[in-house]
Structures are given as structure tokens and as C-alpha cells.
């Protein structure tokens, strides 16, 4: 959508931050028109590069000024449509913002711009012998991941991005510039501004600095793989492991279908059936020791088909790069294919129950994919494929995405675990929080965003 003014927007927003940082061209504003996502593009009409929280400020205050739509931008990896600007206007691209300002290594602490990506920044504090856990697949920014409460495989022992977050700077709409939380890890002091920005996609105010916490990189740790006859009793295993205090760093489920076309690129030497893959990680080689055997003995218990542990460190690293290609080993397997990709979450006890509904779903639609899930935490994603101009299997897959949300909503959890609200679940917020809860967010918005300039058409809609 191209938002027509009685100025030049170009000059002004030039003028506000350097000509060679502000653009117009078609192929600019494509790059920044849709995320990983299968939802239709939207051009903006500008892109900007801001270098300094002063410039975001001095943006935002002219664009709430002229009411003009202004999205921010991290890596555009986001499978929910949470950047895509809807409505046309300014997108605020925040990868110039990408410097890692201290590592306070003795409080385990970082703290960072927004543009900084966090397999980039892992990579520098990998030298101090530290880590940021939280690892959704793609290169994220640290503004993307907290704007949408990203997670991943290590959330499970970890948490996920809103649990290491310690403060914040934000520019707000009207361009004020506030800081949230401490360096302290313990916080008491009034209403928990930062986790509200936490998870708001951009909506609420823009981040342009963040204090994270950082853990020490275990120093023994071991993989392990599990193959099972059924989804249903993979999940089983994975309860069973949670419910036994095993703790462990990773805890993934693979359907069948996963591992084969994972396997058309990687070599895993495994069969094409549901698999586990694991982490645990301990103070010594003798704690993982005694881990591991329980490990495997929960999964011989459900049926356990083949269980692997103790890989080595090459082979591990195979493992883990092969679970975060998955969707991209998808997408190539699928070409021109559309998809979905479903992000419900339940509590542990419950998880079983939703991967048994996914798996007689997926059945009863007929339809084409594969389970691929954070299992350890609760968290299922199937990835479902339907030709681009097939309206009834399209209709299908939606279905399954409504039967789905359904589901995990009856089995006390949520509409999406990690992905965030964006375009596609919007129409189940009501469902989730309750009329009442809504209005209250809608009230917080309207508060922090009176003219409804920040990423608009997301997270509550119109
Ligand atoms: C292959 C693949 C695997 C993935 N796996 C996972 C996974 O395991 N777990 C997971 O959680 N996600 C996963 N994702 C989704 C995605 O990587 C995350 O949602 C990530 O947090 C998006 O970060 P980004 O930097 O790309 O942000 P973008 O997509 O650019 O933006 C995300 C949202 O944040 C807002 N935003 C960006 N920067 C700021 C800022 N500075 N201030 C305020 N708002 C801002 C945007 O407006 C938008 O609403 C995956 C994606 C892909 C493509």
C-alpha cells in the first residue's frame, strides 16, 4: 500500500538521518515487503537504516507526528507475517544498530543493540567460554527474537528469549526515549515494563538496546537419538524424561516424514521413523554418566526402536545443524509449494495428547507434512505443504491450523509458543485471553500508541 503525503518524504526522513540511508527503490522495498512466511507481501514505501537511538527517536517523533506507519525490521525471518508492512509506510531496518556495546562477563551479562544477530554474537562470546541460549533457527536479530519472544531448542533447560532479558531501551511512538529493568537479576521495583515490550512485535515501542543474560557453555555434554514405532510413543518418552527431572538441554521430536527428507541432505544414519534427538549436558563426565542410561532405559519403556547416545562431537554437530535446517531442507524438498507452519503449546503432561491430535488430524485432512517439535517444552510445530492454487487443500490446511489452536487451547495452553501473534493468529487472541484481557491490551496500546503508527495491523489488528 503507498500512503500518498503532501511532502517529500524522502528529503524529510534524509534530512533526519543521511540520504545514503534512507530508500525508495523497488528492489529495497522488496527485500523488506514479506518475512519467511507464506503471507503476502506488502511494499513499504521508504526503508530507513538508523545508526543511533537518537535517529530512531527523531524518526518515530516524525512519523507519529504525520501519522505514518513505521515497522521496524531485524532479520525479516519471522514464519508469522510479524513485519510485513501492511500498511504501507516506513520500515525501519534495524541491522546498522549491530554493535555488542559490553560483555560484563563476570555477571554473566551483554549488552547489545538490536542489529546484532545472535549466532554472530554467540560466535564472540564463544571465545569468553559464554552463550545466549535461546536459538530459533534462522540468524535472528536480538530485537526480532525479543519483539517476538523467540525460543528454540534449548529453551527447554534455558527458557526463551523473554526469560534472559534484564533491560531495555525503547523509543516510543512519540519518540521519547525510556529504559526499563536493571543489570540486577533480581528486579522488584514497580510494573515489569521490559517483558511488556517483550513479545509485542514491534507494536508497543521500538528496542534499541538490550541487557541479556549469558550462561557459561557446559563443558560435558552428550547427544543422544531415539527412534520409536509412533509419534505417540516418542511423546510418551518425552513426558516420561521431563516428569523424571532428567533436565535436559534439548529435547526435540521428529516425525518420520522429517527425518527422511532431513536426510536427503544429511546423513544421519537413521531410519525414517519418529526420532528424539537430545542434549544433556553435566559438571562431569560422570554425572552424564548416570544420566544417560536412565535416558535410554524411559525410551526402551515406550518401545524404543534404536537408541544412540554418547555421539561425538563431530557427529553432534551434525545433529544440531540438521535440526535447524529442517524447515529449509523442506522448503527445497516442497518447491513452489505454499505452506504453514503451526506453533501451539501445552503444558508437558499435556503434550502427548497434542501430538496424538496432530498426527489422526493430519490423517483425517489428507494432508502433506511433517511434525517437527521443541517437544521438551511442550511446544509442537507441523509444517504443512498444499499447492499454491488449490483452494480446497488450502482450506484443509487452514482447518487443521483452527483444529489445532482448538486443541491446545482445551488442553490449557497456547495459540503460539514462539512465532508470535503477526498476521495469522490474531483470530484466536479472543479465544485465548478473554474479551476483558483483550480490551485491556487494546487500552495498552492505544496508550503507548495513540495514533497507531508502530507496526500496525499486528498482534490485535485493526
Ligand atoms: C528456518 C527458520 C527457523 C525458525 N525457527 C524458530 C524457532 O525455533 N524458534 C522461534 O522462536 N522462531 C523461529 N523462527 C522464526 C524467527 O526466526 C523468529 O521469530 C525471530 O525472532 C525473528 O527475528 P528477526 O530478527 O528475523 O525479526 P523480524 O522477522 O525482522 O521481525 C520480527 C518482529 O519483531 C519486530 N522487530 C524487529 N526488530 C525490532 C526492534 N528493534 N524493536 C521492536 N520490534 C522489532 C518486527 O516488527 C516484527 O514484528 C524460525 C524462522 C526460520 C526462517
Known amino acids: 500500500m503507498t500512503v500518498t503525503h503532501a511532502f517529500d518524504l524522502q528529503g524529510e526522513l534524509a534530512t533526519l538521518l543521511a540520504p545514503d540511508r534512507v530508500s525508495t527503490s523497488p528492489s529495497e522495498r522488496n527485500l523488506h515487503a514479506r518475512d519467511q512466511s507464506?503471507?503476502?507481501?506488502?511494499?513499504?514505501?521508504i526503508v530507513v537504516w538508523p545508526e543511533s537511538t537518537e535517529e530512531v527517536s527523531r524518526v518515530a517523533r516524525f512519523a507519529n507526528e504525520h501519522r505514518i506507519p513505521l515497522t521496524p525490521w531485524g532479520a525479516g525471518t519471522s514464519i508469522e507475517g510479524n513485519p510485513i508492512p501492511v500498511r504501507g509506510g516506513i520500515v525501519m531496518d534495524m541491522r546498522r544498530m549491530n554493535r555488542i556495546l559490553a560483555i560484563h562477563e563476570k555477571d554473566f551479562q551483554v549488552t547489545v543493540q538490536p542489529g546484532v544477530l545472535y549466532k554472530d554474537m554467540n560466535k564472540v562470546l564463544g571465545r569468553l567460554g559464554l552463550f545466549f541460549p535461546p536459538d530459533?533457527?534462522?540468524?535472528?536479530?536480538?530485537?526480532?527474537?525479543?519483539?517476538?519472544n523467540a525460543a528454540g531448542t534449548r529453551t527447554v533447560r534455558y527458557g526463551a528469549t523473554r526469560d534472559n532479558v534484564l533491560a531495555l531501551e525503547v523509543v516510543l511512538a512519540d519518540g521519547q526515549i525510556i529504559r526499563t529493568g536493571s543489570r540486577s537479576v533480581k528486579q522488584s521495583a514497580g510494573y515489569d515494563l521490559t517483558h511488556l515490550f517483550v513479545g509485542s512485535e514491534g507494536t508497543l515501542g521500538i528496542i534499541t538496546e538490550a541487557t541479556l543474560k549469558l550462561y557459561p557453555l557446559p563443558s560435558h555434554f552428550s547427544a543422544a537419538t531415539a527412534a520409536f514405532p509412533?509419534?505417540?510413543?516418542?511423546?510418551?518418552?518425552?513426558?516420561?524424561?521431563?516428569?523424571?527431572g532428567l533436565e535436559p538441554t534439548a529435547l526435540e521430536l521428529l516425525d518420520g516424514t522429517a527425518i527422511a527428507i532431513i536426510?536427503?541432505?544429511?546423513?544421519?544414519?537413521?531410519?525414517?521413523?519418529?526420532?528424539?534427538?537430545?542434549?544433556?549436558?553435566?559438571?562431569?563426565?560422570?554425572?552424564?554418566?548416570?544420566?544417560?542410561?536412565?535416558?535410554?532405559?524411559?525410551?526402551?519403556?515406550?518401545?524404543?526402536?534404536?537408541?544412540?547416545?554418547?555421539?561425538?562431537?563431530?557427529?553432534?554437530?551434525?545433529?544440531?545443524?540438521?535440526?535447524?535446517?529442517?524447515?529449509?531442507?523442506?522448503?527445497r524438498h516442497f518447491p513452489g509449494q505454499s505452506y504453514v507452519v503451526t506453533d501451539a503449546s501445552v503444558p508437558i503432561s499435556h503434550y502427548p495428547r497434542l501430538v496424538a491430535?496432530?498426527?489422526?488430524?493430519?490423517?483425517?485432512?489428507?494432508?502433506?507434512?511433517?511434525?517437527?517439535?521443541?517437544?521438551?517444552?511442550?511446544?509442537?510445530?507441523?509444517?504443512?505443504?498444499?499447492?499454491?492454487?488449490?483452494?480446497?487443500?488450502?482450506?484443509?490446511?487452514?482447518?487443521?491450523?483452527?483444529?489445532?489452536?482448538?486443541?491446545?487451547l482445551s488442553l490449557q495452553g497456547t495459540v503460539t509458543g514462539e512465532h508470535g501473534v503477526g498476521l495469522g493468529k490474531q483470530k484466536f487472541m479472543e479465544r485465548e485471553h478473554g474479551a476483558a484481557a483483550l480490551d485491556l491490551m487494546r487500552r495498552l496500546k492505544h496508550l503507548l500508541d495513540p495514533n497507531h503508527i508502530l507496526n500496525p495491523g499486528k498482534v490485535l489488528g485493526a
Open 263 to 331: 536426510q536427503e541432505e544429511t546423513d544421519l544414519s537413521l531410519e525414517p521413523v519418529p526420532n528424539l534427538f537430545m542434549e544433556f549436558s553435566g559438571v562431569s563426565e560422570a554425572a552424564l554418566a548416570e544420566t544417560l542410561p536412565l535416558v535410554e532405559e524411559i525410551c526402551r519403556d515406550h518401545g524404543c526402536l534404536a537408541y544412540r547416545a554418547g555421539v561425538g562431537r563431530n557427529e553432534r554437530a551434525r545433529l544440531w545443524e540438521a535440526r535447524h535446517s529442517t524447515f529449509e531442507a523442506h522448503l
Open 136 to 148: 530459533p533457527g534462522a540468524n535472528a536479530s536480538i530485537g526480532g527474537m525479543l519483539a517476538n
Open 38 to 45: 507464506a503471507y503476502p507481501a506488502a511494499m513499504p514505501d
Open 357 to 408: 491430535a496432530a498426527h489422526r488430524l493430519m490423517e483425517e485432512l489428507d494432508l502433506v507434512g511433517s511434525i517437527v517439535s521443541h517437544a521438551g517444552d511442550g511446544n509442537m510445530h507441523v509444517v504443512v505443504f498444499y499447492p499454491p492454487d488449490d483452494e480446497a487443500a488450502r482450506a484443509r490446511v487452514l482447518d487443521f491450523n483452527d483444529r489445532l489452536v482448538q486443541e491446545a
Open 230 to 244: 509412533t509419534v505417540e510413543a516418542a511423546a510418551d518418552a518425552v513426558f516420561e524424561i521431563i516428569a523424571s
